[in-house]
C-alpha cells in the first residue's frame, strides 16, 4: 500500500513533538502551523537529520526506521529530495554542474530523460549555463528543486522553499509547483504557514500545534474545520475543485461546474475542461434565508448548514454543505441572531466571483 507511517517522539525539554502519522504515499502533503508548532522538526525527523529516541517511519512499505528493532537508515541512505528555505546551490558551479553535482549521490546509472523532463518542467533549460550569482531568486529554487528530484527520490521534502522570496517572485514559482503536484507520482511534504500556498498546492492537510497533530486529512475537510484556529483567521478560506465549462467573452467571465452546482468568475484564459482550484475566502460568503430576487452577485447556492460557532470580535463561523462541496463563511454574530441559524437549516450562499482566487 502506497503511505507513509511516521510516529515521533522528541523530547526537547521547552518543547515535545509527538507525532502519529498515516500519510498518503502520493500528490503533496501540506504540514501548515506557525513558527515552533514542530514543522521543520518533523521534516528533520523524516529526512533523518534528527534521531528521536521513539520513532517508526514506513515509506510505501519499505523502514528507514524503527527504535524498537534497532533499525536507522542514515541520511545518505535515505533516497530522499530536500528542497530548503534558501536554494543553497553552490556558487561556483554552473546551473548544469550543480544539477550534476546532484546525480553523482545516484549509485546506479543516472536517468538523463527523466533530468531532460524535470529540467522542462521546471523551465531552467535556458538557464543552464548560468552562474547562480545570475539568477532570480525564483530561479534560483527551481534549480534546487531540480537538483532535489535529480537523484530520483521516493519522496521530496520542502521546507518552506517561498519564504525568502518576495510576493513577485513567490506567484513566479507556484505554477511550476502546481505541475510538480500534477506530474510527480512520488509523495511530497511540503511545509508552509502560508494559507494561499495551502489552498493552490495542498492534496492532504496536517495542521500543527506545540508538536502536536491538531487535524489531519483531505484539504476539503480539514481546512473547514471550525475548532481549528486556522478558520478563524481572517484570510481564512475554501478550496473548491472545478472544471472549466464554458467562456463568456462578451462579459469577461468564465462558467466553471462542479459537482452539483456552477459558479461565475472573472475570465480565465484555459480550455474548455481545464480542471481549477478555486479559493473561496469566508469573509466574502453571504447567507440568505431566501433565495435573493434582485441581486448583484451572480453565485447563489442552495447549502445546508452544517456546523455553527462563535469566535473572537463578534464573528460566528459557519460550516456549509453546497451540494458536493464543504464551504465555511464568516458573519457577524448579530446577523446569525437575526436569522435565526441552526444546524441543518437550509439556507442559500452567496459568493463574490471577482473575490475568488483561481489556481491553474
Known amino acids: 500500500m502506497n503511505e507513509i507511517r511516521a510516529s515521533f517522539q522528541l523530547d526537547y525539554g521547552e518543547f515535545n513533538l509527538e507525532i502519529d502519522l498515516i500519510l498518503p504515499g502520493t500528490g503533496i502533503t501540506v504540514l501548515f502551523g506557525q513558527s515552533g508548532s514542530g514543522k521543520t522538526t518533523l521534516l528533520r525527523c523524516i529526512a533523518g537529520l534528527q534521531q528521536p529516541s521513539n520513532g517508526y517511519l514506513e515509506i510505501n512499505g ?3 526506521q524503527d527504535s524498537k528493532q534497532g533499525v536507522f537508515l542514515p541520511t545518505y541512505k535515505r533516497p530522499l529530495g530536500y528542497v530548503f528555505q534558501e536554494a543553497n546551490l553552490f556558487p561556483h558551479l554552473s546551473v548544469r554542474d550543480n544539477l550534476q553535482y546532484g546525480l553523482k549521490r545516484i549509485t546506479k546509472k543516472p536517468d538523463l530523460a527523466a533530468l531532460k523532463q524535470t529540467v522542462e518542467l521546471l523551465g531552467i533549460g535556458q538557464l543552464m549555463e548560468r552562474m547562480p550569482e545570475r539568477l532570480s531568486g525564483g530561479e534560483r529554487q527551481r534549480v534546487a528543486i531540480a537538483r532535489a528530484l535529480a537523484v530520483k527520490p521516493q519522496i521530496l521534502l520542502m ?34 504557514h502560508s494559507q494561499q500556498e495551502v489552498a493552490q498546492l495542498a492534496d492532504t492537510l496536517v ?39 464554458e467562456h463568456e467573452p462578451s462579459y469577461h467571465l468564465t462558467r466553471v461546474i462542479f459537482s452539483g452546482g456552477s459558479l461565475s468568475l472573472p475570465a480565465v484564459e484555459a480550455k474548455i475542461g481545464t480542471p481549477l482550484r478555486v479559493q473561496i475566502y469566508a469573509r466574502d460568503v453571504s447567507i440568505a434565508l ?13 447549502a445546508t448548514i452544517v456546523e455553527i460557532a462563535d469566535a473572537h470580535g463578534g464573528q460566528s463561523l459557519i460550516r456549509l454543505q453546497v451540494a458536493s462541496q464543504v464551504l465555511l463563511a464568516h458573519i457577524t454574530r448579530k446577523s446569525a441572531l ?3 441559524l441552526k444546524v441543518g437549516m437550509a439556507v442559500y450562499v452567496q459568493i463574490k466571483g471577482v473575490s475568488t482566487l483561481i489556481h491553474q
Open 338 to 340: 437575526l436569522l435565526d
Open 290 to 302: 431566501e433565495a435573493p430576487v434582485a441581486t448583484s452577485i451572480l453565485n447563489v447556492l442552495p
Open 62 to 64: 519499505v523502514v528507514w
Open 159 to 192: 521546507d518552506e522553499p517561498l519564504a525568502s522570496l518576495d510576493s513577485k517572485r513567490k506567484q513566479e514559482i507556484l505554477p511550476y509547483l502546481s505541475r510538480l503536484h500534477q506530474q510527480l507520482d512520488i509523495p511530497v511534504l511540503y511545509v508552509t
Open 207 to 245: 495542521i500543527l500545534e506545540n508538536g502536536r497533530v491538531l487535524a489531519s486529512g483531505a484539504l476539503s475537510e480539514t481546512q473547514n474545520r471550525l475548532d481549528v484556529a486556522q478558520a478563524q483567521e481572517q484570510d481564512a478560506s475554501t478550496v473548491w475543485l472545478v472544471a472549466i465549462a
